[in-house]
């Protein structure tokens, strides 16, 4: 970037993230952002973000339909720099008509600022916005979140093991609700007996952290996962207050990558209508938090994920027409052994086609452990 700017101007609207990131990447001296009443929770918002990176702020009111309202309140300002993506559109072509087209530019979904002739001025770094400053963005604290980093990377061989063994899961659902078994598959045996979450005592192994079996080596796993695929910052286990209202939110894991922030909520249970119910909690804590820009995640074990139906090649009995035509052919298939797998598989394969479903339509993508690894690595945009 070869100019430099010691005044950025912007409107202010319901778009937070494009005036934080800009100002952040040409760094002015001063940012003056053109408010009014009705987006004034906005402008706070901008304001503290922009004051918690090192940057002065000054508030204006402006009407924003008046030409002579907006010219009264930008008369002291020489060449400044005009961030034209929020406000009014008369707003826009009011600064426009002001200042000239050589002081206008633009934020776009790419990462990339330009002039209105697609001039590229500057191309946003990729790691501007930690989970800290996306917090001051959009009127949430961090009140607490787990700290025990080093406890978590000390198993990653045992949290590993536990994601890439889809067989165990019911062995951990038992262990979970008893707190003990008499025998456990012996290479889970002994990892977890070496990382302290469960102690052979007794004749029997019984469980001394309760938590990591219930369900929280998939939330290490995801955190794991994320930081070796280079999120810029990955937290885990973090509970985030909004500012004035008092309303506390559980977030698994939270991270950002490209100045995007990333949601990501892991349920092991079976119960996939429970899940669904939480989808509609999930995408609006990330519409709430993530902003224009966020990205919500439902990360899953491999035991619901079932996307395509029973191959008819492993069930050679199943009868050749649908349900619908012969109930009773069905129903008289269902009591054989081969039937109650049959229905047992379809019925997973039905709770997850209704899951996606709904995750689909709310934006939320669902992961597993080995989707999380494989993918996931270069998304999102800038």
């Given at each position: 970037m070869n100019r430099t700017f010691k005044v950025m101007v912007s409107p202010v609207s319901t778009q937070v993230f494009p005036v934080v990131v800009t100002a952040l990447t040409i760094r002015p001296e001063r940012v003056v952002l053109l408010t009014t009443p009705k987006v004034e929770i906005f402008t706070k918002l901008i304001k503290r973000a922009l004051l918690f990176a090192g940057i002065e702020v000054e508030e204006r009111n402006i009407n924003?339909?008046?030409?002579?309202?907006?010219?009264?309140?930008?008369?002291?300002?020489?060449?400044?720099?005009?961030?034209?993506?929020?406000?009014?559109?008369?707003?826009?072509?009011?600064?426009?008509?002001?200042?000239?087209?050589?002081?206008?530019?633009?934020?776009?979904?790419?990462?990339?600022?330009?002039?209105?002739?697609?001039?590229?001025?500057?191309?946003?770094?990729?790691?501007?916005?930690?989970?800290?400053?996306?917090?001051?963005?959009y009127g949430f604290e961090i009140v607490e979140e787990r700290q025990d980093h080093e406890k978590i990377r000390m198993r990653e061989k045992l949290t590993r093991y536990i994601a890439s063994k889809p067989s165990l899961l019911p062995v951990l659902t038992k262990l979970y609700l008893k707190g003990s078994a008499r025998i456990l598959p012996n290479e889970f045996a002994g990892l977890a007996k070496k990382f302290e979450v469960v102690v052979y005592r007794g004749g029997k192994y019984v469980v001394l952290d309760r938590e990591y079996i219930g369900g929280k080596w998939l939330e290490e796993f995801t955190f794991l996962e994320l930081l070796k695929k280079n999120f810029y910052d990955v937290r885990i286990g973090v509970k985030v207050e909004w500012y004035e209202k008092g309303v506390i939110n559980e977030i698994d894991v939270m991270a950002t990558k490209h100045n995007q922030l990333h949601i990501f909520s892991c349920k092991t249970g079976k119960n996939v209508k429970e899940i669904a119910k939480h989808l509609y909690e999930l995408e609006e804590l990330t519409e709430r938090i993530g902003g224009d820009f966020g990205k919500s995640f439902l990360v899953i074990t491999e035991n619901i994920y079932v996307k395509s139906p029973p191959r008819r090649e492993d069930?050679?009995?199943?009868?050749?027409?649908?349900?619908?035509?012969?109930?009773?052919?069905?129903?008289?298939?269902?009591?054989?052994?081969?039937?109650?797998?049959?229905?047992?598989?379809?019925?997973?394969?039905?709770?997850?086609?209704?899951?996606?479903?709904?995750?689909?339509?709310?934006?939320?993508?669902?992961?597993?452990?080995?989707?999380?690894?494989?993918?996931?690595?270069?998304?999102s945009g800038a």
């Amino acid at each position: 970037m070869n100019r430099t700017f010691k005044v950025m101007v912007s409107p202010v609207s319901t778009q937070v993230f494009p005036v934080v990131v800009t100002a952040l990447t040409i760094r002015p001296e001063r940012v003056v952002l053109l408010t009014t009443p009705k987006v004034e929770i906005f402008t706070k918002l901008i304001k503290r973000a922009l004051l918690f990176a090192g940057i002065e702020v000054e508030e204006r009111n402006i009407n924003p339909y008046s030409f002579n309202s907006i010219k009264e309140k930008t008369k002291d300002l020489q060449n400044p720099f005009l961030l034209l993506n929020c406000g009014t559109k008369f707003t826009a072509i009011a600064l426009f008509r002001l200042f000239g087209e050589e002081n206008a530019y633009y934020y776009t979904p790419e990462g990339k600022i330009i002039d209105f002739n697609s001039n590229l001025l500057e191309k946003v770094s990729q790691k501007l916005v930690d989970v800290e400053l996306h917090s001051q963005m959009y009127g949430f604290e961090i009140v607490e979140e787990r700290q025990d980093h080093e406890k978590i990377r000390m198993r990653e061989k045992l949290t590993r093991y536990i994601a890439s063994k889809p067989s165990l899961l019911p062995v951990l659902t038992k262990l979970y609700l008893k707190g003990s078994a008499r025998i456990l598959p012996n290479e889970f045996a002994g990892l977890a007996k070496k990382f302290e979450v469960v102690v052979y005592r007794g004749g029997k192994y019984v469980v001394l952290d309760r938590e990591y079996i219930g369900g929280k080596w998939l939330e290490e796993f995801t955190f794991l996962e994320l930081l070796k695929k280079n999120f810029y910052d990955v937290r885990i286990g973090v509970k985030v207050e909004w500012y004035e209202k008092g309303v506390i939110n559980e977030i698994d894991v939270m991270a950002t990558k490209h100045n995007q922030l990333h949601i990501f909520s892991c349920k092991t249970g079976k119960n996939v209508k429970e899940i669904a119910k939480h989808l509609y909690e999930l995408e609006e804590l990330t519409e709430r938090i993530g902003g224009d820009f966020g990205k919500s995640f439902l990360v899953i074990t491999e035991n619901i994920y079932v996307k395509s139906p029973p191959r008819r090649e492993d069930f050679p009995n199943a009868p050749s027409v649908p349900y619908k035509v012969a109930p009773s052919t069905w129903n008289e298939y269902y009591k054989t052994e081969e039937g109650q797998r049959f229905k047992k598989l379809f019925r997973i394969y039905n709770s997850f086609k209704y899951l996606h479903k709904r995750a689909s339509l709310l934006g939320i993508e669902i992961l597993t452990p080995e989707i999380l690894k494989r993918n996931l690595g270069g998304r999102s945009g800038a």
